[in-house]
């Protein structure tokens, strides 16, 4: 089965390329609220899941252990933008845990953001690990493990304890089971295991709602929730669509962009989760998508502006980036109750 | 009808992602040798026809008459890397047509060579016009248009003389009729015209053949085919695939890879001409296909060192880049005669 072209891109009168994907919303009992394609095949979450993976960083008791806040909640759940304020927090994290710069597996790269890579470049500076976009959530494994007395060299090995808890809370979120037949290795160098959009999207609804978890685990993605919608800008960064979406509708929306065309989100109001993957990986058409599907619940977040961040912040000036028919049609058919 | 995935990226165990398009393989009398997709259905060609829109320039007598040679020719045909020596060549084209580079109406982005790039970052300088990629290219058209006492300001207007004899050539060596209807605007503001992938590889076929062609313009087919193979460097820039390709396989082939995942080539001793475009817009896709169809021709390009450009250049560490079953069908029944 191929997955419906989503998202199309026109030039002229044509249309010059087009996405196609999969995705899912869901309430929190797993019903299926709208679709489009296949949702139960399995699909690498990458960073999308960061809020979830961030679970047993307050699970374990090292959130409270190290005096951390939400600022540090936040981080650990970003794909970063490598900004100065960024690198402060994770690095004020790893300071709090006892722990340093040089213990982050995460590897290097220069900061999304292009300003402040710019400005390093001009004062000669290289990126360090607390750059990469990931080196929160690192810091979080390791603050995790260093709560715990377990060794925090190779906590970004598959048998360490540190990812067998992820593993763990990713199963309870999903229902699904999470094997190494489903196992890759993501860009920053610790597990991702595949799973379908369908559940993902319910384990977003579920975190959202609380429904089905214990009090305590409810009570810890309510945290995670609120520290991520009350510093957006930590959670990706200046200019970025997930800053922009989580800022333009303050406390109502959790949403996460992961690579190779995923992205996954949470609203609060309707306790609704949704889920999508773009099957070639483009990034600006999974993020058409989670606009198009966030419009749709929050029309408010298109009223507020007429130069909208859901709609057209990237667009082309020859051209318009436009969902499909099918998507028009799924959408459509997007009901809470 | 959807094209069929082409391009497989997998991590771990599964397939991640996949890229779908249309590819096709054709003799200079139209014969196809091979195909997937559908063919016969317009694409914008974007910078892939480069090497035919520099034709005016040459047909005309402007490369004679201001005393023009290989490079500059070959930067006419350019998405060049915006290096020192790109630049260099821009302006003196530039120069002997008595223009200066503020006739020049591509827009301007930094550098594609990102050594480059952060170099005049270090220094404080800002990119102009004659980092743009598309810089060559325009400035064959205003030395065109100088030659023949045109006015210069709006060279890129669909109905400016310039664009007129383009069109005609690329209606010739198609036989397409290019129409407003399939017209779209260029990321570097010049129009282009949407032609099914069969006529572009044909035209690319005649291009390198001579078939069909007049005698002059063979011989103007010839000396631009020799003018790109001779300077790979100035055709893109260090390192990127096109560069390597030909550097690869010295006088054998011209390839030129353009936006959206468009990708046209010919092949010297088989007379043949190929025309791609990924449905998504990928260039990692693009490149894998051509690098596929072009190993399938030029066998000894693999087999020339371990490390061939033509194979996992830019691979993935955590999965591989492969030809889906569809691709590998269609490369199978390839033969020349």
Chains 1, 2 share one sequence.
Not at 107 to 130: C, K, Q
Not at 281 to 308: C, T, W
Request: some cysteine; proline content about 7%.
């Amino acid at each position: 089965m191929r997955n419906p072209i989503l998202i199309e891109l026109t030039r002229g009168a044509l249309v010059e390329s087009a996405h196609a994907g999969v995705v899912a919303v869901v309430r929190a009992d797993g019903g299926l609220v709208a679709a489009a394609g296949d949702a139960a095949a399995p699909v690498f979450p990458r960073s999308a899941i960061k809020p979830l993976q961030a679970l047993p960083f307050l699970e374990t008791g090292a959130v409270e252990r190290f005096g951390l806040g939400p600022a540090e909640i936040a981080v650990a759940c970003a794909s970063h933008s490598g900004t100065p304020r960024h690198v402060t927090v994770v690095e004020g994290l790893l300071a709090k845990a006892g722990l340093t710069p040089a213990a982050l597996g995460c590897g290097v790269h220069e900061p999304f953001d292009a300003a402040v890579a710019r400005d390093m470049i001009r004062r000669g500076e290289r990126p360090t690990s607390l750059h990469h976009n990931c080196s929160g959530k690192h810091a979080a494994m390791l603050a995790t493990a260093a709560h715990l007395g377990e060794p925090t060299d190779g906590y970004w090995h598959p048998d360490h304890p540190v990812q067998v808890r992820i593993r763990r809370v990713l199963e309870e979120l999903t229902g699904c089971s999470l094997t190494s037949e489903v196992c890759g290795i993501d860009g920053c160098s610790v597990p991702n295991w595949a799973i379908p959009p369908a559940a993902l999207a319910r384990a977003f609804a579920r975190f959202v709602s609380g429904t089905g978890l214990t009090p305590q685990r409810a009570g810890d993605c309510a945290r995670i929730f609120e520290a991520c919608t009350a510093h957006p800008d930590l959670v990706a960064g200046p200019g970025r669509f997930d800053t922009l979406v989580m800022q333009r509708l303050p406390g109502k929306v959790l949403v996460k962009t992961g690579a190779e065309g995923v992205y996954c989100g949470a609203l609060r109001e309707t306790g609704l989760g949704f889920a999508l993957k773009i099957d070639d990986g483009a990034k600006r058409a999974s993020e058409a998508v989670a606009a198009h599907i966030i419009a749709r619940f929050h029309p408010e977040a298109q009223q507020a502006a007429p130069d909208a961040v859901l709609r057209n912040w990237r667009g082309l000036d020859v051209g318009r980036v436009r969902a499909s028919l099918d998507l028009e049609a799924m959408l459509a058919t997007c009901r809470v109750h």
